[in-house]
């Protein structure tokens, strides 16, 4: 099943949701489909809600693959940061990998875990303020 978003009116909120099992093919397919979507504005904030993710089956080598695929995405859209949402212990795991992985490939692209819609709140409220200073 293919990785579905919706983008807030002003295209610089992309709300991401992954269902069922998530692999790299589909992830890759989700890069594509964002990079050639003109309705992303400059310093969109990408969430990732992994809460109807059951598992995820993809290999080390292949979220290595991802992190740098998304390296292009990120600078042909302009994406100021990613936040995973995260409720379970599986996705939060996978997601905090996916977090190093992506501070080793691009130490200026912000990546956020958090594990309840209350720290998601929180978090974009403070990126949002770093978008305003």
Same mark, same amino acid.
């Given at each position: 099943? =293919?990785?579905?978003?919706?983008?807030? @009116?002003?295209? !610089?909120?992309?709300d991401a949701s992954p269902k069922g099992v998530l692999d790299?093919? $589909?992830?890759?397919?989700? #890069?594509?489909?964002?990079?050639?979507?003109? /309705?992303?504005? =400059?310093? &969109?904030? @990408?969430?990732?809600?992994?809460? @109807?993710?059951t598992d995820f089956k993809m290999s080390y080598l292949e979220?290595?693959?991802?992190? !740098?695929?998304?390296? +292009?995405?990120?600078?042909?859209?302009?994406?100021? &940061?990613?936040? #995973? %949402?995260? +409720?379970? =212990?599986?996705?939060?795991?996978? /997601?905090?990998? *996916?977090? &190093?992985?992506?501070?080793?490939?691009? =130490?200026?692209?912000?990546? *956020?875990?958090?594990?309840?819609? &209350?720290? %998601?709140?929180? $978090? %974009?409220?403070? %990126? $949002?303020?770093?978008? $305003?200073?």
């Amino acid at each position: 099943m =293919p990785i579905e978003y919706e983008l807030s @009116e002003n295209g !610089r909120r992309i709300d991401a949701s992954p269902k069922g099992v998530l692999d790299a093919d $589909q992830t890759m397919d989700y #890069f594509k489909r964002l990079e050639i979507d003109s /309705s992303i504005k =400059p310093n &969109a904030i @990408e969430i990732v809600d992994f809460s @109807e993710v059951t598992d995820f089956k993809m290999s080390y080598l292949e979220s290595q693959d991802i992190t !740098r695929s998304y390296q +292009k995405l990120k600078t042909v859209q302009s994406i100021q &940061a990613t936040v #995973f %949402l995260c +409720k379970s =212990p599986v996705s939060f795991g996978i /997601s905090r990998m *996916f977090q &190093a992985l992506h501070e080793i490939a691009n =130490p200026k692209h912000k990546v *956020f875990v958090v594990k309840t819609d &209350a720290e %998601l709140e929180e $978090q %974009l409220i403070k %990126l $949002q303020q770093d978008i $305003q200073d």
